[in-house]
């Protein structure tokens, strides 16, 4: 196997979610919205640049959604030794809690394939 195949977990560089907000939607078939505040940051001592994700919610119906993408809302940004990435998003959900959890998907300076994990969060509607 190759080193580009290999994934690392780089030292220092980790996910914090933020803060949680929940929104009621009404006249929707998931009326309940969750919007997250992620930041990734970077405390290692070289650059890294997120390429992708990939996100596991698994819902109190017994379903699980997967997504994976390209990018963070978007863009594939560059996060220099020190520095930090943050943005917010959303899930939204039909039942009355989830779990969401995840990784995102980069690569160093040094052309090594890095990832780092999204910390389990828990979505509960209120008074569900």
Not at 13 to 34: C, G, M, N, Q
Request: aromatic share 8%; glycine share 10%; hydrophobic share 35%.
């Amino acid at each position: 196997m190759s080193q580009g195949c290999v994934l690392v977990e780089l030292d220092g560089l980790r996910v914090t979610v933020d803060k949680l907000v929940y929104r009621h939607l009404s006249a929707s078939e998931k009326p309940h919205s969750f919007v997250y505040f992620i930041t990734i940051h970077n405390d290692s001592d070289v650059s890294v640049t997120i390429r992708g994700r990939k996100w596991v919610v698994s819902h109190d119906d017994g379903t699980t959604l997967v997504v994976e993408g390209d990018g963070v809302v978007g863009q594939t940004p560059t996060i220099a030794p020190g520095g930090r990435f943050s943005y917010n998003s959303q899930h939204l959900v039909g039942s009355g809690c989830a779990v969401a959890e995840g990784a995102y998907l980069g690569m160093d300076e040094h052309g090594r394939r890095v990832v780092t994990r999204i910390p389990r969060f828990k979505m509960t509607v209120p008074n569900a």
